[in-house]
């Protein structure tokens, strides 16, 4: 890969591969990093260790200051700083699932763009929707990526619903809601309110569990942007069109 190259933007096959590298490497080293090889594989994807592996100090300070973002004033979520090799990431206005995912986009950063800006400032990544700059798109990508694992995803996901691809359908919309579907397709109206409500459960026919968004520890946002990714909520606009 020539990241130099003017112009060159990485596939987004490629930038899945660079997580999942970035991934098996902490994982390889995770009794150095963690000081046990006793540790879930989730616990592992650390964006701040990744970081520090790729030769960053990571730093949480209280407030990075304002920036425009598409004619709005917005508060800095993150910064990296190339020259000095620091990442910064703001912690008072920012949840810590948000300060997570904005780290992870600065690894997306560091890893797909080490020849950018010196100094790049970010606003809060997964929360104010679509990002016209490309870098920024592959930036977010790469964070989706690493912290959720498109295997683990479906691993999970298969545990929790019991399909790789879930259709709402009368045995379905009982299972997830406890009503008839008519009913649960007055409140699911769209592929994201249903992504959302998968992202965000708590139980499925009768099996009480931890939510995908926080066993991930990503916003439920987050994870429903990546369950529509990986083809794991079909549409249900598409299965009840008259
Ligand atoms: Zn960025």
Redesign the pocket.
């Given at each position: 890969m020539n990241v130099n190259a003017p112009g060159y933007r990485p596939h987004p096959g490629l930038i899945e591969d660079r997580a999942r590298f970035t991934q098996l490497e902490l994982w390889n080293c995770r009794a150095k990093h963690w000081g046990t090889d006793q540790i879930d594989p989730l616990d592992a994807l650390e964006p701040g260790v990744a970081l520090r592996m790729n030769g960053f100090q990571i730093e949480t300070v209280s407030t990075l200051g304002e920036m425009t973002s598409n004619g709005k004033l917005v508060q800095v979520a993150g910064l990296i700083h190339r020259g000095d090799r620091i990442v910064q990431i703001a912690s008072s206005r920012f949840s810590q699932v948000e300060q997570r995912f904005t780290a992870a986009?600065?690894l997306g950063?560091a890893i797909l763009h080490p020849n950018g800006a010196l100094l790049?400032r970010?606003r809060p990544?997964d929360t104010t929707g679509w990002q016209k700059d490309p870098?920024?798109r592959e930036?977010d990508f790469f964070a989706a990526c690493f912290l959720m694992p498109g295997r683990q995803v479906h691993r999970w996901f298969r545990k929790f619903f019991l399909t790789d691809r879930f259709v709402l359908n009368d045995d379905t919309a009982f299972a997830l809601c406890t009503k008839p579907l008519d009913s649960v397709l007055q409140r699911i109206r769209s592929h994201r309110d249903l992504s959302l409500t998968l992202a965000r459960t708590i139980s499925y026919n009768g099996q009480q569990f931890k939510s995908l968004s926080e066993l991930f520890r990503v916003s439920p946002t987050a994870m429903a942007c990546r369950l529509e990714e990986l083809g794991l909520a079909f549409d249900p606009r598409a299965s009840h069109r008259a």
């Open positions: 986009h600065e950063h790049h970010d990544a870098t920024e930036a």
